[in-house]
């Protein structure tokens, strides 16, 4: 039996099912919940103690609520298994401050965490609906407190907007979901600010629902005006911003062995394709090399199809928002449209794939690019897509 279907007959489906939790350890080994029975927690704030009994409380929350039982069997699932896990970046980042126990970041290294144990451990990738499937997990677990604190930020609905647009890419997600999550986590342990907790909660499912995003993204008129709101001009939601741009260009993302280089030749034939790899080659420097020579190289030769409005493809692994962002800002200084398109496979096609490359990267190293690896949103650019490519590819 395959994980998927694992899980999911883990997931309590009606009122009164039982958790069957020695089952879902034994599933979910590799997170070593040993480790979260003896991570402890703010006593002011999780009066209940360790990471691990605050999460079996969050997860017998999650289940009880009516609108739980509501939601599509995948939804049930995707929602059951990041409260299962919407704490295990506390492991990590937990330590004492002035006396106190404090997890700083842990929704974002947990889901970082998150991501990397469903695509290694769990084989939860190559296709559209594990992409969709894992990465709604991770999302909720990334913004799990949110909802508590979305007030606390400058320009809260241009926030409640962005974070629903991740709905478009990772197509389950929502804050109605991220809502339930929240709410669960929030009585699901013992404090005396549950109540003021659950009103902030309240309060952003009602501003998601008044930004008209509670259970998707924001219906924008088209994709410029969307990325132009979202990345924070001075634009209006209903707005029809004019496009001055003059084309596309193609910004890949995605470890070695993803196909790349053939999405690039089948996708877009003779429209031309910049390489770090093919720079490499003829510099004659290699992978671990200092690669300053090669980005320049590659950077000056943009520029040149960047002056002639000449749309071309920027083919790399691209896997930080950071890396992305310095290129996006390069691209869009000369009036280019940006499509980010995200490619993934499944784990036996990636690795045959990435051993028959001329410089193979190691193993060991796409591990840690996996680790590192941040999925492009929709805020990022003009167009963002998530594909997956076939063994044919």
């Known amino acids: 039996m395959g994980f998927m279907e694992e899980i999911r007959q883990c997931t309590p489906q009606c009122a009164g099912d039982e958790i069957p939790w020695e089952r879902i350890e034994r599933l979910l080994s590799g997170i070593r919940f040993s480790d979260m029975k003896t991570t402890m927690q703010d006593p002011v704030h999780h009066a209940e103690g360790d990471v691990y009994t ?5 997860c017998r929350e999650v289940i009880s609520t009516a609108a739980y039982l509501a939601l599509p069997d995948v939804q049930k699932t995707e929602l059951f298994l990041a409260a299962l896990l919407h704490d295990i970046g506390k492991v990590k980042t ?5 006396g106190r126990w404090v997890s700083p970041h842990h929704a974002s290294v947990g889901s970082q965490q998150v991501r990397t144990f469903l695509w290694q451990a769990c084989g939860v990738c190559g296709s559209q609906e594990l992409l969709a499937f894992r990465e709604t997990v991770c999302a909720l677990v990334r913004f799990h407190m949110l909802p508590v604190h979305l007030m606390d930020g400058e320009d809260p609905e241009r926030r409640v907007r962005g974070i629903a647009a991740v709905g478009e890419v990772a197509s389950d997600f929502s804050w109605h979901l991220l809502c339930l999550l929240s709410e ?4 699901g342990r013992r404090a005396e600010d549950i109540g ?68 690039a030749r089948r996708r877009r034939p003779g429209m031309p394709a910049l390489s770090l790899d093919d720079a490499r080659d003829t510099l004659g420097i290699r ?3 200092n690669q300053g020579e090669v980005v320049r190289t590659v950077q000056e030769a943009a520029r040149a199809y960047l002056r002639r409005k000449e749309p071309f493809i920027w083919n790399a692994t691209n896997l930080t928002r950071n ?20 490619l993934e496979t499944d784990l036996d096609t990636q690795k045959k794939r990435n051993a028959g490359r001329s410089h193979a990267v190691p193993e060991n190293v796409i591990d840690r690019m996996l680790e590192k690896t941040e999925l492009p949103m929709p805020d990022e650019a003009q167009s963002v897509v998530w594909e997956c490519t076939g063994r044919d590819a």
């Open 184 to 187: 669960a986590d929030m009585k």
């Open 323 to 342: 890396t992305r962002r310095k290129l996006i800002r390069l691209f869009e200084q000369y009036g280019a449209r940006v499509k980010i398109v995200y």
């Open 54 to 58: 605050h999460t079996r409380m969050v």
């Open 196 to 263: 003021q907790g659950l009103a902030q909660i309240e309060l952003a499912s009602m501003l998601a629902g008044e930004a008209g995003c509670l259970h998707g993204p924001y219906p924008f008129a088209d994709r410029f005006t969307a990325h132009g709101y979202l990345s924070g001009r001075n634009v209006r939601p209903d707005q029809t911003l004019y496009d001055p741009t003059w084309g596309e260009v193609i910004l890949l993302s995605g470890l070695p062995g993803t196909g790349k280089d053939t999405w």
């Open 287 to 289: 992978p671990t090399d």
């Open 94 to 98: 937990t330590g004492l401050e002035g």
